[in-house]
């Protein structure tokens, strides 16, 4: 008996019933695996995935970072399968730099000054006692309780400074919900209400709403910027989706400097290297503006002078527009909580 005839071979995909013509149904894509109950399908799927996002990855990660404008190249020049597709990286650089790069290392703090006073001391007391014959005031020396470690003042001392942290208003500007104010009137009351609903811990709860919705803001205001390039580069016309796709790249590039800068400055505090530290965000800040204007060069092709003057008016306009996003992340932050 023919060999042949003993070998089963799928002739058909069997996702969407196309005929096969090699390893992959051109129509849907699915691999023609032996068998999708065999181990090794699983293992190949997952290997494949991996190795393959891993490449593209990288690969775009390099070019991203090192020549500005190139990525924008080749994706508009359809070659776009050896790269990340835009949006998915600037979707993962903006999630790791939310994650990681926004946390910034804690600085070591010096001991408190009231640790190095004598009086923190248990022999204090005997020191600063009064000699025979010397007549002391409450006023000229307040009384000091010594425990080992630590030093207490007297009450009235605690008291005041109470009073004064309770007169003083919390980082919002506000010490209670009647204290919210605004011009406008559905704005005041979403506020109050929002306030209300958060009676003991308002203030936490919009920081929180801050820093979860700041990420979807910043997608929302990446469109409008891409507009603005539109604006700037109106000869010869292009079409909307290339700049939006030029500024998708140059975030996602400004994302991952500052992942960069946030590492380095990790290091920087482990090892107490303040003027390191100083010097990655010097040099990180002049290479992100650097890099701007660099891409803007090589994708938009122009003259060093007409690409310096449309990056300050791009540089302008996008910190308005960034203190505005900011703006409306604060207050939809401070309602919906």
């Known amino acids: 008996?023919?060999?042949?005839?003993?070998?089963?071979?799928?002739?058909?995909?069997?996702?969407?019933?196309?005929?096969?013509?090699?390893?992959?149904?051109?129509n849907c894509g699915q691999h023609a695996h032996e068998s999708a109950r065999s181990i090794s399908a699983l293992f190949h799927d997952a290997w494949h995935t991996a190795t393959h996002l891993d490449?593209?990855?990288?690969?775009?990660l390099y070019i991203l970072l090192l020549k500005p404008g190139r990525l924008t190249q080749e994706y508009f020049a359809e070659r776009r399968a050896r790269y990340l597709p835009p949006v998915r990286l600037y979707l993962?650089?903006?999630?790791?730099?939310?994650?990681?790069?926004?946390?910034?290392?804690?600085?070591?703090?010096?001991?408190?000054?009231?640790?190095?006073?004598?009086?923190?001391?248990?022999?204090?007391?005997?020191?600063?006692?009064?000699?025979?014959?010397?007549?002391?005031?409450?006023?000229?020396?307040?009384?000091?309780?010594?425990?080992?470690?630590?030093?207490f003042r007297d009450v009235s001392a605690d008291k005041a400074t109470a009073e004064k942290k309770k007169s003083r208003k919390t980082i919002l500007g506000i010490s209670s919900c009647d204290d919210i104010h605004s011009s406008g009137s559905w704005i005041e009351s979403s506020l109050q209400r929002a306030c209300e609903r958060n009676p003991g811990n308002y203030e936490e709860s919009v920081k929180h709403g801050f820093v979860a919705?700041?990420?979807?803001?910043?997608?929302?205001?990446?469109?409008?910027?891409?507009?603005?390039?539109?604006?700037?580069?109106w000869w010869p016309r292009r079409y909307y989706v290339e700049h939006l796709v030029f500024f998708i790249h140059s975030h996602a590039a400004i994302f991952l400097l500052l992942l960069i800068?946030?590492?380095?400055?990790?290091?920087?505090?482990?090892?107490?290297?303040?003027?390191?530290?100083?010097?990655?965000?010097?040099?990180?800040?002049?290479?992100?503006?650097?890099?701007?204007?660099?891409?803007?060069?090589?994708?938009?092709?122009?003259?060093?002078?007409?690409?310096?003057?449309?990056?300050?008016?791009?540089?302008i306009a996008y910190l308005i527009g960034f203190v505005c996003t900011l703006a409306a992340t604060a207050l939809i932050s401070a309602i919906i909580v």
């Not at 058909?12 to 005929?19: F, I, M, S, Y």
């Not at 490449?55 to 775009?60: D, K, Y």
């Not at 009086?119 to 006023?139: L, M, Q, R, V, Y």
């Open 1 to 26: 008996m023919d060999k042949k005839a003993l070998t089963v071979t799928h002739t058909e995909c069997g996702n969407c019933g196309t005929t096969l013509r090699g390893p992959y149904c051109f």
């Open 55 to 60: 490449s593209r990855l990288w690969q775009s």
């Open 92 to 151: 993962v650089l903006s999630v790791l730099f939310f994650a990681f790069g926004l946390a910034t290392p804690e600085k070591n703090k010096p001991p408190p000054a009231a640790r190095n006073v004598a009086a923190a001391t248990p022999e204090a007391p005997a020191s600063n006692a009064a000699t025979p014959g010397a007549a002391t005031t409450d006023a000229e020396a307040p009384v000091v309780i010594s425990i080992p470690g630590k030093a």
């Open 213 to 233: 919705n700041l990420p979807k803001m910043m997608f929302l205001f990446v469109p409008l910027m891409a507009l603005v390039m539109s604006i700037l580069y």
């Open 261 to 315: 800068e946030a590492l380095l400055a990790w290091i920087a505090a482990w090892f107490a290297w303040g003027a390191f530290a100083a010097w990655v965000i010097a040099i990180i800040g002049l290479y992100s503006v650097w890099y701007v204007y660099r891409a803007m060069r090589v994708y938009y092709g122009q003259g060093r002078l007409l690409t310096l003057t449309k990056l300050l008016v791009v540089g």
